[in-house]
């Protein structure tokens, strides 16, 4: 936008996170954060879904570690 600048403005470092939703895009979502070593706080109305998406969490979790190692050796 014509006139906003960034000069003044200093980033900070994203400490912890709220994730809204426990589906498909917010657990891949948590799961990247989580990886990062960002704290994440997954917000879900339906209890089966919340279940749901930190099922799926774990899941990519453990499937992102074993892809990083693999890399790594």
Not at 20 to 37: C, D, P
Not at 43 to 48: F, L
């Amino acid at each position: 936008m014509p006139g906003v600048t960034d000069v003044q403005l200093k980033p900070r470092p994203i400490r912890k996170v709220a994730v809204i939703g426990g589906g498909l895009m917010g657990s891949g979502i948590a799961t990247s954060l989580l990886v990062s070593n960002i704290s994440v706080v997954l917000k879900e109305v339906n209890p089966q879904f919340l279940q749901r998406g930190e099922k799926m969490i774990a899941g990519q979790s453990l499937y992102t570690a074993v892809a990083f190692l693999e890399k790594m050796f």
